[in-house]
């Protein structure tokens, strides 16, 4: 069992920066893939970035060339930066594990909230 724990969320205005935290309860250097998903208010539950141990990484389209994710395996830690925010980045954001499955992820954290004013 793999807990997560999100920090860094909150208010910001449109053009701002924030940078998410994900603390993992154990060594993240065998999970072949750590990622952020959001889900924004009244939508599913979407991608937002993945980052493998080799450093290869994955982005929604929405989000490329503004989000950077990262990946500290000393740490046991996943990041991601979030500049250029826009308000339809709203939303709670997850980190989440793929320990087994390079599909759906198999933990998820609680979720931190991100809003993004106009």
């Known amino acids: 069992q793999v807990q997560l724990v999100e920090s860094g969320g909150g208010v910001v205005q449109a053009g701002g920066s924030l940078r998410l935290s994900c603390a993992a309860s154990?060594?993240?250097?065998?999970?072949?893939?750590m990622g952020w998903y959001r889900q924004p208010p009244g939508k599913q539950r979407e991608l937002v970035a993945t980052?493998?141990?080799?450093?290869?990484?994955n982005y929604a389209d929405s989000v490329t060339g503004r989000f950077s994710i990262s990946r500290d395996n000393a740490k046991n830690a996943v990041y991601i930066q979030m500049n250029n925010l826009k308000p339809e980045d709203t939303a709670v954001y997850y980190c989440?594990?793929?320990?087994?499955?390079?599909?759906?992820?198999?933990?998820w954290g609680q979720g931190t909230q991100v809003t993004v004013s106009s």
């Open positions: 980052i493998t141990t080799g450093g290869g990484t």
């Open positions: 989440a594990a793929h320990k087994y499955s390079s599909i759906y992820p198999d933990y």
């Open positions: 154990e060594s993240i250097f065998r999970i072949n893939k």
